[in-house]
């Protein structure tokens, strides 16, 4: 007997990867439209979990408007004898794999960015009601990790109640990342893969180190760590350092065997620490996204949360779209937060102080870990909006990255004689045309190899000459 047999709709690997277009959906949960949304695991004791139950906080599936967007929190509480706190974000990241095994519906992104999407098909059948999504995940975390005991969901539409519950796991998310923020790469042995996103990206495998999260922002070393062995088989895996093969760069000879492997050999090098040459691949769940400025020899840093156009021009969607599916393109390099908090954070192109814009929401949220010297030379959209803007911003504030540029040669005008008359030897031709089309009376006559003789060659000056006006 199947575990899915009172669900409305199929479930299962097949649908991961699923896109849901806008025109096809009946409602979308979290997105770019909606400020509070969230993903929460949380470790509980046994007594405090009442197995199997699934609550809804707010409007169920049914009750929302076709076509409409509404804020979504979820929270997992889970129980076991083995069970940590260290394995909470482990088990909150399994929350978008699962999700997309079922038909219709679409789970993208992770923790305080989730973007989900129920198509109108699956509504139709039947799948109006967070309890069928709740009971998929409950029985999938359970059969894929036998250590969860007991599991209770908890979903959350109600606006006033997300607001409450979203600080709550901001402050958590933070509790976590600052755990792992002491422990450096040349400490360690072990890197961490994890291949979730192949669904959406099949060449992309992220390499998780201390000091470079994933690029989702969800898992840190620790947590590659923990699931790694809890789930040796599962997505995310141990791999081994091997020989450091560039240290500026970030290579590893480990590293690029498993990377080769995973992505069926389409990735064969990746550099950690760099945008450039064989730089990390990305997947779609990144948070932001560093992008190269040529104009400057700078970067920018976009997030996903950002509305409105970068200092290039363009969004973050074009901006993700150029660098997504898995795939390595010199000058984009999909990113997580925390990983801007890092030593390592672009270090082979010159670390912060090759960064020369990025929104203000950004550059609050990590203020304290870009140089003192450099904060205040780093401009956001309330200081420029174009990158001739940029340039002077940059000299006016002293930004080091000015020191790289090269003056600019200084045009020197050319004096050019009004009119130049020049004899033609007799026979020699002024010019040779494959093909002449002259259009006259209707026709087009085509003159093929034509070849054009004149006595005399003038050639005169147009500067300052008015367009239509004879010369006299």
């Given at each position: 007997?199947?575990?899915?047999?009172?669900?409305?709709v199929?479930?299962?690997?097949?649908?991961e990867g699923?896109?849901?277009r806008?025109k096809?959906?009946?409602?979308?949960?979290?997105?770019?439209?909606?400020?509070?949304?969230?993903?929460?695991?949380?470790?509980r004791?046994?007594?405090?979990?009442?197995?199997?139950?699934?609550?809804v906080?707010?409007?169920?599936?049914?009750d929302?408007?076709?076509?409409?967007?509404?804020?979504?929190?979820?929270?997992?509480?889970?129980?076991?004898?083995?069970?940590?706190?260290?394995?909470?974000?482990?088990?909150?990241?399994?929350?978008?794999?699962?999700?997309?095994?079922i038909e219709g519906?679409?789970?993208?992104?992770?923790?305080y960015?989730?973007?989900?999407?129920?198509?109108?098909?699956?509504?139709?059948?039947?799948?109006?009601?967070?309890?069928y999504?709740?009971?998929?995940?409950?029985?999938?975390?359970?059969?894929?990790?036998?250590?969860?005991?007991?599991?209770?969901?908890?979903?959350i539409?109600?606006?006033?109640?997300?607001?409450?519950?979203?600080?709550?796991?901001?402050d958590?998310?933070?509790?976590?990342?600052?755990?792992?923020?002491?422990?450096?790469?040349?400490?360690?042995?072990?890197?961490?893969?994890?291949?979730?996103?192949q669904?959406?990206?099949?060449?992309?495998?992220?390499?998780?180190?201390?000091?470079?999260?994933?690029?989702?922002?969800?898992?840190?070393?620790?947590?590659?760590?923990?699931?790694a062995?809890?789930?040796?088989?599962?997505?995310?895996?141990?791999?081994?350092?091997?020989?450091?093969?560039?240290a500026?760069?970030g290579?590893?000879?480990?590293?690029?065997?498993?990377?080769?492997?995973?992505?069926?050999?389409?990735?064969?090098?990746v550099?950690?620490?760099?945008?450039?040459?064989?730089p990390?691949?990305?997947?779609?769940?990144?948070?932001?996204?560093?992008?190269?400025?040529?104009?400057?020899?700078?970067?920018?840093?976009?997030?996903?949360?950002f509305?409105?156009?970068?200092?290039?021009?363009?969004?973050?969607?074009?901006?993700?779209?150029?660098?997504?599916?898995?795939?390595?393109v010199?000058?984009?390099?999909?990113?997580?937060?925390?990983?801007m908090?890092?030593?390592?954070f672009l270090?082979?192109?010159?670390?912060?102080?090759?960064?020369?814009?990025?929104?203000?929401?950004?550059?609050?949220?990590?203020?304290?870990?870009?140089?003192k010297?450099?904060?205040d030379?780093?401009?956001?959209?309330?200081?420029?909006?174009t990158?001739?803007?940029?340039?002077?911003?940059?000299?006016?504030?002293?930004?080091?990255?000015?020191?790289?540029w090269?003056?600019?040669?200084?045009?020197?005008?050319?004096?050019?004689?009004?009119?130049?008359?020049?004899?033609?030897?007799?026979?020699?031709?002024?010019?040779?045309?494959?093909?002449?089309?002259?259009?006259?009376?209707?026709y087009?006559?085509?003159?093929?190899?034509?070849?054009?003789?004149?006595?005399?060659v003038?050639?005169?000056?147009?500067?300052?000459?008015?367009?239509?006006?004879?010369?006299?």
């Amino acid at each position: 007997m199947s575990m899915f047999e009172d669900i409305p709709v199929d479930v299962g690997i097949i649908y991961e990867g699923e896109r849901i277009r806008r025109k096809n959906m009946h409602i979308e949960l979290g997105g770019p439209k909606q400020e509070h949304k969230f993903e929460l695991t949380r470790v509980r004791k046994p007594e405090e979990i009442e197995d199997g139950k699934i609550s809804v906080i707010g409007p169920d599936i049914k009750d929302m408007s076709e076509g409409s967007s509404y804020p979504l929190g979820i929270v997992i509480e889970v129980s076991g004898e083995k069970l940590e706190p260290e394995l909470e974000g482990v088990i909150e990241r399994r929350i978008h794999e699962y999700s997309n095994f079922i038909e219709g519906f679409m789970h993208l992104n992770q923790r305080y960015d989730i973007w989900l999407r129920l198509d109108k098909k699956s509504f139709q059948k039947g799948l109006n009601s967070f309890e069928y999504i709740g009971k998929v995940l409950q029985r999938l975390f359970k059969s894929e990790l036998p250590i969860i005991e007991k599991i209770q969901i908890i979903f959350i539409t109600n606006p006033e109640k997300i607001k409450e519950h979203w600080k709550e796991a901001l402050d958590i998310y933070e509790a976590r990342d600052a755990r792992a923020r002491g422990l450096k790469d040349q400490e360690v042995d072990k890197f961490y893969g994890c291949t979730l996103c192949q669904s959406f990206a099949p060449t992309h495998v992220c390499v998780i180190t201390p000091q470079r999260y994933s690029n989702c922002g969800s898992i840190s070393w620790f947590d590659g760590r923990a699931s790694a062995r809890i789930d040796p088989k599962g997505p995310i895996f141990e791999i081994d350092k091997g020989e450091l093969i560039d240290a500026e760069k970030g290579e590893f000879s480990g590293v690029n065997e498993v990377v080769k492997q995973k992505s069926l050999g389409e990735v064969t090098k990746v550099w950690l620490y760099t945008s450039f040459g064989y730089p990390h691949t990305s997947c779609g769940c990144f948070e932001g996204t560093a992008f190269y400025i040529p104009e400057v020899d700078g970067f920018g840093l976009v997030h996903r949360g950002f509305k409105e156009v970068t200092i290039n021009g363009l969004p973050f969607s074009t901006i993700a779209d150029s660098t997504a599916g898995g795939r390595q393109v010199d000058g984009f390099h999909g990113i997580s937060i925390e990983y801007m908090r890092s030593p390592k954070f672009l270090k082979a192109d010159g670390g912060w102080n090759r960064v020369v814009w990025m929104p203000a929401s950004v550059k609050e949220r990590v203020m304290e870990f870009i140089p003192k010297e450099i904060v205040d030379k780093i401009a956001t959209e309330s200081d420029v909006k174009t990158t001739d803007e940029l340039k002077t911003f940059l000299k006016n504030s002293g930004h080091p990255i000015v020191e790289t540029w090269k003056e600019e040669p200084v045009a020197v005008e050319e004096a050019v004689p009004t009119e130049l008359e020049r004899e033609i030897p007799s026979g020699m031709p002024v010019a040779t045309i494959p093909t002449l089309p002259i259009t006259t009376g209707g026709y087009k006559i085509i003159l093929k190899d034509a070849k054009i003789y004149a006595k005399k060659v003038i050639i005169r000056s147009m500067k300052g000459e008015k367009i239509g006006e004879k010369r006299k």
